[in-house]
């Protein structure tokens, strides 16, 4: 165990630490502010406040992890060797940079709190994000400032050994739809028809009877291959199904049709089963209530796992309407058009309120790369390069790697021709 020694025990102090002592290099850490008993602890220890008491190992501690509430921070970001960091903490120090309140800033999501430009959707977009500024947003820096604390207790403490741990990932399966065709009801089927008549679509409309008359597969049930593929891979899949009623935003098949919730159920069998939050309910709390129920009600039992349309996430409103229905992991935090680590890290971490200063029991599950990102690189080469560098990246740290792609992306048709060999790059990184 590592006890750290500071001057003032706080509910922010006790996140940041646990997420990276605990949860990134699996070591139980307990906090004192008595020096006798920081003395007579004959294991890992460490002293974080503004001047050491000895010789011990010092990180000298920035202000914000004793504060309460927002304030205008001033932050320098400069390069720290192989990464980015912010709060230097001057030469006493054992580590050049306040690597746990830069770390709390970042996993609070402090900087989604401040003013900020949204988009049309009312998102958080990465360019407004201090990772993308500064160029870091392709770094888990979080878990690299983790092995450099790492490296510094190491030299202190040659004779402990510390847990490792493996990369592994957490491949997401987004379902808007789970048919392009099929399923749609009369009404929308013939209405999809004449808007295709009227834009000369007839290959497309060819296509669609084929389907409806049995002859040809719905291009976006693409669920035998990758059940398949879940078959021949260690590590479970996720599966997101839309179940909210239609919208202008979300225009899924009824959760009413029984062949759509046989679909759900199989899916349960081999996988693990999740809501995806329709438009609606990410801002109306009964909404998404009524939407969890449903989905309970096709899976008997209590729905765990949550993500949101559009990637769309406010803060804090959002995260407290699933922890008042006790919703335990939420798979939202990430960019929809970038690449990179929203919040910093490639480890799972508990949701932090920061206007009530507590962490809550809220699992956030970060994804690091959404198929729709992966659209702006032109050539097949260039989405493989920079699939396989955040890939490398989050190995380097043995973190967790958690990519979305939506069912209809596995379709392979289109715009989507190559990212079958995409998503298999990505469930071939673990057994490499």
Not at 121 to 142: D, H
Not at 368 to 392: M, R
Request: glycine share 4%; with cysteine; aromatic share 16%.
């Amino acid at each position: 165990m590592l006890l750290v020694y500071t001057h003032k025990i706080t509910p922010r102090l006790k996140f940041s630490f646990k997420h990276i002592c605990t949860r990134i290099l699996g070591v139980p850490v307990a906090f004192t502010s008595k020096i006798e008993e920081f003395i007579a602890h004959d294991s890992l220890k460490m002293s974080y406040t503004k001047q050491p008491l000895g010789d011990e190992v010092f990180v000298r501690s920035h202000d914000l992890l004793f504060e309460q509430g927002l304030s205008d921070i001033d932050l320098n970001v400069q390069q720290w060797e192989n990464t980015k960091c912010f709060f230097f903490n001057g030469d006493k120090s054992a580590m050049p940079y306040d690597i746990f309140a830069a770390a709390f800033y970042l996993l609070s999501r402090y900087e989604e709190y401040l003013p900020h430009v949204k988009d049309e959707f009312g998102r958080y977009v990465a360019t407004e994000s201090l990772a993308y500024k500064y160029q870091f947003l392709n770094q888990p820096v979080v878990d690299i400032w983790a092995y450099k604390f790492k490296r510094v207790l190491q030299t202190h403490y040659p004779e402990f050994e510390f847990p490792e741990r493996s990369y592994r990932i957490k491949p997401i399966i987004d379902v808007p739809s789970p048919y392009n065709f099929k399923l749609k009801g009369l009404m929308r089927t013939f209405g999809g028809t004449i808007k295709d008549l009227l834009g000369l679509k007839l290959k497309k409309i060819y296509y669609k009877f084929m389907v409806l008359f049995g002859v040809k597969r719905d291009p976006y049930d693409t669920f035998k291959y990758i059940i398949n593929r879940q078959k021949n891979t260690k590590f479970k899949f996720y599966f997101f199904f839309l179940i909210g009623d239609y919208s202008t935003y979300d225009k899924g098949v009824s959760v009413h049709r029984k062949d759509y919730v046989s679909l759900i159920k199989s899916m349960a069998d081999y996988s693990k089963v999740g809501l995806k939050v329709s438009y609606f309910a990410i801002e109306d709390a009964n909404i998404l209530k009524t939407e969890k129920q449903r989905m309970e009600g096709i899976i008997n039992t209590s729905l765990a796992q949550s993500r949101n349309s559009f990637s769309k996430l406010n803060l804090p409103e959002f995260y407290r309407n699933l922890i008042e229905l006790e919703v335990q992991d939420d798979y939202t935090m990430g960019y929809v058009n970038h690449l990179g680590f929203r919040a910093g890290t490639c480890t799972p971490f508990f949701f932090y309120d920061l206007d009530y200063e507590i962490q809550t029991p809220l699992k956030v599950n970060p994804y690091h790369v959404i198929d729709s990102a992966l659209l702006k690189y032109n050539s097949l080469l260039d989405k493989k390069e920079t699939l396989q560098s955040l890939i490398n990246e989050v190995k380097y740290v043995n973190g967790e790697f958690i990519p979305v792609f939506h069912n209809y992306t596995l379709s392979g048709l289109g715009r989507w021709k190559d990212f079958k060999e995409l998503f298999n790059i990505i469930l071939d990184s673990a057994d490499d």
